[in-house]
Antibody, heavy 122, light 107 residues
């Protein structure tokens, strides 16, 4: 059974940092691209970042580029999102998600975690 | 960036009705489109990928189609569990973009 479990969310002051983790199981983690998608309360879905499985290539939304870093530890089947210089507009539920297709991937997300809430406030 | 314009933003329907939700891409994305269903407090669920490929376990009353840059999600014979919010997503080009969402409510 595929499982994705996020952690690391919480309350942080503007300008602060957080590191989100997503522990996965039930599939060959190394061979799948993984992503982060966020959702502000009552709003729609916003893609944040993707990391390829094999190549480790990374991609970011312009809104987080230069502030957020996606990474993965294939030995721990874990995905990370390091978030620096946080702003009020970064407040959201952050979901990690698995690419539907192995290898290069399709960037369709077939499994999602339960989400972790990030609140940015002084 | 590719803009995904989803309509309507909300729709009211009854159990047994047929509902159509549309997503228009601002430029060509071939069939790189997915549809997701999201219920309150839950993560999105992938329903359809590649514009018309029904995911395993998704009821056959859901279907997707494409005409150029216009994509349609059709739900026939609505069931109580179908009342949710639906999002489209393009996967053709970074940045990945989502439609604004369509809230499907019970009439």
């Amino acid at each position: 059974e595929v499982q994705l479990v996020e952690s690391g969310g919480g309350l942080v002051q503007p300008g602060g940092s957080l590191r989100l983790s997503c522990i996965t199981s039930g599939f060959p983690f190394t061979t799948y691209a993984m992503g982060w998608v966020r959702q502000a309360p009552g709003k729609g879905l916003e893609w944040v970042s993707v990391i390829r499985g094999s190549s480790g290539g990374t991609y970011y939304a312009d809104s987080v580029k230069g502030r957020f870093t996606i990474s993965r530890d294939n030995s721990k089947n874990t995905l990370y999102l390091q978030m620096n210089s946080l702003r009020a507009e970064d407040a959201a539920i952050y979901y990690c998600a698995k690419d539907r297709d192995y290898g290069l991937g399709s960037l369709f997300f077939d499994y999602w975690g339960q989400g972790t809430l990030v609140t940015v406030s002084s | 960036d590719i803009q995904m314009t989803q309509s309507p933003s909300s729709v009211s329907a009854s159990v047994g009705d047929r509902v159509t939700i549309t997503c228009r891409a601002s430029q060509g994305i071939s069939t790189w489109l997915a549809w997701y269903q999201q219920k309150p407090g839950k993560a999105p669920k992938l329903l359809i990928s590649a514009a018309s490929r029904l995911e395993i376990g998704v009821p056959s009353r859901f279907s997707g189609s494409r005409s150029g840059t216009e994509f349609t999600l059709t739900i026939t014979s609505l069931q109580p569990e179908d009342f949710a919010t639906y999002f489209c997503q393009q996967a053709n080009t970074f940045p990945i973009t989502f439609g604004q969402g369509t809230r499907l409510e019970i009439k």
